[in-house]
């Protein structure tokens, strides 16, 4: 599901008393597992990406741990890209515009006909994934999120 978004910040929660936003509560819950739906309701008050000048911060507005995937965390030679721990009350800048800009190949192409992966964050909420844990993937976390951003 894509859910485009215009504004600064958005909010996005299971549960938040007057909350606008994308409310994973929403999302229908078909054929999903007992553990799907035990992750969604530990969710809360969830996550707020805010675009500030320096880039996009994430914020943890949840009880529980969030991990986050971006490649401009991460050193830029570096062949594998870490997945980050934010504890709740924590934030992180998930994004920043400019480390992105940088690992364009603008004479590259297929690479600009490809997905932008330096575009993307990968978010999933209290269950983590790669090399410290069990779940190489974040498509075995229970409830996760795919963020890309446009080029400013």
Not at 11 to 25: A, E, K, S, V
Not at 40 to 57: C, F, H, N, T
Not at 88 to 95: E, L, R, T
Request: proline share 6%; aromatic share 14%; with cysteine.
């Amino acid at each position: 599901r894509l859910y485009s978004v215009q504004e600064p910040s958005l909010d996005i929660f299971y549960d938040l008393p007057q909350g606008t936003g994308f409310c994973l509560g929403q999302l229908a819950s078909d054929n999903k597992s007992q553990l799907v739906q035990m992750v969604r309701a530990k969710i809360g008050y969830g996550i707020q990406l805010s675009r500030e000048p320096d880039g996009v911060w994430l914020y943890n507005r949840s009880c529980y741990p969030i991990f986050i995937k971006s490649a401009t965390l991460d050193n830029p030679d570096s062949r594998t890209l870490l997945v980050h721990k934010v504890f709740p009350g924590f934030s992180i800048k998930a994004f920043d515009f400019e480390k992105a800009g940088s690992l364009q190949r603008p004479n590259d192409h297929e690479f600009s006909q490809q997905p932008r992966t330096g575009f993307t964050v990968q978010i999933s909420f209290v269950k983590g994934w790669g090399q410290c844990y069990t779940r190489q993937f974040i498509s075995s976390c229970p409830c996760w999120l795919e963020v890309i951003f446009n080029n400013r």
